[in-house]
Nanobody, 121 residues
Framework: QVQLVESGGGLVQAGGSLRLSCAASGHTFSDYSMGWFRQAPGKEREFIAAILWNSATTDYADSVKGRFTISRDNAKNTMYLQMNSLKPEDTAVYYC??????????????WGQGTQVTVSS
């Protein structure tokens, strides 16, 4: 049973930075591509970024390209999302998930509980 736990969210001013983590257990982490998604109040969950199982390839939504960086450490079973130059519109609950079809199709059974990111203007 895959288990994903997100952490690192918080309240930050516009222009600031946060680093999110996604700790995985219950499956062979290095076998899977992984991704970050977010859901703002009243909006659908949207794709943010994905990383191939071996970190060879990444993909980003246009809205975060150049500001966010996805990475992973397979030895630690952990994925990261470095978020810089944050904007109020980045406010959302951020989730990680396994990617079953590159780059944007999540394993809907793998969602973690999410971590709240709030960016004040």
């Amino acid at each position: 049973q895959v288990q994903l736990v997100e952490s690192g969210g918080g309240l930050v001013q516009a222009g600031g930075s946060l680093r999110l983590s996604c700790a995985a257990s219950g499956h062979t982490f290095s076998d899977y591509s992984m991704g970050w998604f977010r859901q703002a109040p009243g909006k659908e969950r949207e794709f943010i970024a994905a990383i191939l199982w071996n970190s060879a390839t990444t993909d980003y939504a246009d809205s975060v390209k150049g500001r966010f960086t996805i990475s992973r450490d397979n030895a630690k079973n952990t994925m990261y999302l470095q978020m810089n130059s944050l904007k109020p519109e980045d406010t959302a609950v951020y989730y990680c998930a396994r990617i079953v079809r590159w780059p944007k199709s999540p394993d809907f059974g793998s969602w973690g509980q999410g971590t709240q990111v709030t960016v004040s203007s």
